[in-house]
T-cell receptor, first 110, second 115 residues
Framework: QKEVEQNSGPLSVPEGAIASLNCTYS??????FFWYRQYSGKSPELIMF????GDKEDGRFTAQLNKASQYVSLLIRDSQPSDSATYLC??????????FGAGTRLFVKA | NAGVTQTPKFQVLKTGQSMTLQCAQD?????MYWYRQDPGMGLRLIYY???????DKGEVPNGYNVSRLNKREFSLRLESAAPSQTSVYFC??????????????FGPGTRLTVL
């Protein structure tokens, strides 16, 4: 069973802090990795994707991928209350099947 | 552009009833997907269509059927609804052209309750 694991949280950080969200995956054949944000009662929206080892930055968001450790992370700098949501990690293996983690709930305290 | 649209937004069924969930995208994407989301379990892939004319099973296909009507539309049918199919259903689409093109865009979801 191919899996993507996330800590369910909740992760609570003060406004302005860095939030660090982590994800591990079991299938070494996974090639593409995604972070989605989902507000309560809404659909997931793509924040970032990463394919290569290392860091990828987009504004306040940085995705990190370590294929040797089968580990993906998302850093949110200068966290804002509007960042409070569930963050879903996902991995795609060589085709169209994408496996999602159960998500980490993030609370940013004003 | 509307992106990905789904109908209906809410539905209540009785056990044994059938229904079809509709999905359409206007982004000229090749690939489309149906997921269900249950509390604490994340999104699980039911069926997907890599391109027009093809469909394949995902993780949890039992009790469902799909039709890729054309490039824009992908429907999900429950032939005989069961309480275990109570869930939120999301349709998604992606360009689907080879590796690295699987960023998926989601519709607003359908909340289905089976009594």
């Amino acid at each position: 069973q191919k899996e993507v694991e996330q800590n369910s949280g909740p992760l609570s950080v003060p406004e302005g802090a860095i939030a660090s969200l982590n994800c591990t995956y079991s299938d070494r054949g996974s090639q593409s990795f995604f972070w989605y944000r989902q507000y309560s009662g809404k659909s997931p929206e793509l924040i970032m994707f990463i394919y290569s080892n290392g860091d990828k930055e987009d504004g306040r968001f940085t995705a990190q991928l370590n294929k040797a450790s089968q580990y993906v992370s998302l850093l949110i700098r200068d966290s804002q209350p509007s960042d409070s949501a569930t963050y879903l990690c996902a991995a795609t293996t060589g085709g169209f099947k994408t496996i999602f983690g159960a998500g980490t709930r993030l609370f940013v305290k004003a | 552009n509307a992106g990905v649209t789904q109908t209906p937004k809410f539905q209540v069924l009785k056990t044994g009833q059938s229904m079809t969930l509709q999905c359409a995208q206007d982004m000229n994407h090749n690939s489309m997907y149906w997921y269900r989301q249950d509390p604490g379990m994340g999104l699980r892939l039911i069926y997907y269509s890599a391109s027009e004319g093809t469909t394949d099973k995902g993780e949890v296909p039992n009790g469902y059927n799909v039709s890729r009507l054309n490039k824009r539309e992908f429907s999900l049918r429950l032939e005989s609804a069961a309480p275990s199919q109570t869930s939120v259903y999301f349709c998604a689409s992606s360009e689907g052209l080879g590796q690295g093109a699987n960023e998926q865009f989601f519709g607003p979801g359908t909340r289905l309750t089976v009594l």
